[in-house]
C-alpha cells in the first residue's frame, strides 16, 4: 500500500506560480512513473505531467512550457512547479504513482486561479 499527500494548492493570481508537492509514503526508488492529473468542475481528470523513475518526462500540450515536473527519490517527493497560471488551470490536482503492477492516487489539492 502507498499513501500519497500532496500540498502547495491555493489561490493565485492569473499569470502566477505555485509548486505543488506530493509525498509518498514509501522509497520513491521502487516506485515507477509518477503524475500529476487534474479535474475541474464537470470536467473529466485529465493528465498534467508524467515522470518516470529515470526522469523522462511528458506534457500535454495545454501546460507544456509552463509547468515543470520532478521527483526526489531521497525525499520520496514527486513536485509540480507551476508558472504563468491560467484561470483555466483551476482544478482539484491529484498526485498519482505506480508501483508493482499497482496504481495509487492521492487526495489531492485544490488550485483556485483568479483575481
Known amino acids: 500500500q502507498v499513501q500519497l499527500v500532496e500540498s502547495g494548492g491555493g489561490l493565485v493570481q492569473p499569470g502566477g506560480s505555485l509548486r505543488l508537492s506530493c509525498a509518498a509514503s514509501?522509497?520513491?526508488?521502487?516506485?515507477?512513473?509518477m503524475g500529476w492529473y487534474r479535474q475541474a468542475p464537470g470536467k473529466q481528470r485529465e493528465l498534467v505531467a508524467t515522470?518516470?523513475?529515470?526522469?523522462?518526462?511528458n506534457y500535454p500540450d495545454s501546460v507544456k512550457g509552463r509547468f515543470t515536473i520532478s521527483r526526489d527519490n531521497a525525499k520520496d517527493t514527486v513536485y509540480l512547479q507551476m508558472n504563468s497560471l491560467k484561470p483555466e488551470d483551476t482544478a482539484v490536482y491529484y498526485c498519482?504513482?505506480?508501483?508493482?503492477?499497482?496504481?495509487?492516487w492521492g487526495k489531492g489539492t485544490l488550485v483556485t486561479v483568479s483575481s
Open positions: 515522470i518516470t523513475s529515470g526522469g523522462s518526462t
Open positions: 498519482n504513482a505506480g508501483r508493482y503492477g499497482m496504481t495509487y
Open positions: 514509501v522509497s520513491a526508488f521502487t516506485i515507477g512513473a
